[in-house]
T-cell receptor
Framework: EDQVTQSPEALRLQEGESSSLNCSYT??????LFWYRQDPGKGPEFLFT???AGEEKEKERLKATLTKKESFLHITAPKPEDSATYLC??????????????FGSGTQLTVLP | DAMVIQNPRYQVTQFGKPVTLSCSQT?????MYWYQQKSSQAPKLLFH???????NEADTPDNFQSRRPNTSFCFLDIRSPGLGDAAMYLC????????????FGPGTRLLVL
């Protein structure tokens, strides 16, 4: 069974204090790893897709990296508007099959001014 | 802008009274998904459509049904809502099956009285 574990569950940072969120996964045949941001009462907002170990993607203050066992979401000099829950999800399975996303439970990030 | 739209954003229903939630998309994606997300939990896939082909998850209760009359629209029907069905319902789309990014709508918050 595919498993995704995110840590920490909650993280409080001061504005400008860089940190990393972790997503470790156990799947049979990773097809893709996805990072989403979710604000309270809203749907997940897509951030990044990573397909293979060694891949990195960046967007503004966020950088996502992928190894064979885990992914990191690095947040550089965060601002209060970066406060949200960050969800990691994996998709695994044979080519062409519509496989569901397996989500982690998320990391709730709070950035204090 | 191409997007996923959900209506209504908030829905209040009574115990046992059928309710229908709506999702539309302007992305022209082949796959549409319905997720249930309870407070502080990861989204849980209920079912998905690949074009007109309906795919139900094994643990989705029979109380939940779905219709996709055309490419753009998909509906979630809850035949007899119970108190445990109160949740955020998320619609998502992806271009195709396989390792495709899923794009989420804003969600419908369902309250069962």
């Amino acid at each position: 069974e595919d498993q995704v574990t995110q840590s920490p569950e909650a993280l409080r940072l001061q504005e400008g204090e860089s940190s990393s969120l972790n997503c470790s996964y156990t799947v049979s045949g990773l097809r893709g790893l996805f990072w989403y941001r979710q604000d309270p009462g809203k749907g997940p907002e897509f951030l990044f897709t990573l397909y293979s170990a060694g891949e990195e993607k960046e967007k503004e203050r966020l950088k996502a990296t992928l190894t064979k066992k885990e992914s990191f979401l690095h947040i550089t000099a965060p601002k209060p508007e970066d406060s949200a829950t960050y969800l990691c999800a994996v998709q695994a399975g044979s080519s062409g099959s519509a496989r569901q996303l397996t989500f982690g439970s998320g990391t709730q990030l709070t950035v204090l001014p | 802008d191409a997007m996923v739209i959900q209506n209504p954003r908030y829905q209040v229903t009574q115990f046992g009274k059928p309710v229908t939630l709506s999702c539309s998309q302007t992305l022209n994606h082949n796959v549409m998904y319905w997720y249930q997300q309870k407070s502080s939990q990861a989204p849980k896939l209920l079912f998905h459509y690949y074009d007109k082909d309906f795919n139900n998850e094994a643990d989705t209760p029979d109380n939940f049904q779905s219709r996709r009359p055309n490419t753009s629209f998909c509906f979630l029907d809850i035949r007899s809502p119970g108190l445990g069905d109160a949740a955020m319902y998320l619609c998502a789309t992806s271009r195709d099956r396989g390792a495709e990014t899923q794009y989420f709508g804003p969600g419908t918050r369902l309250l069962v009285l």
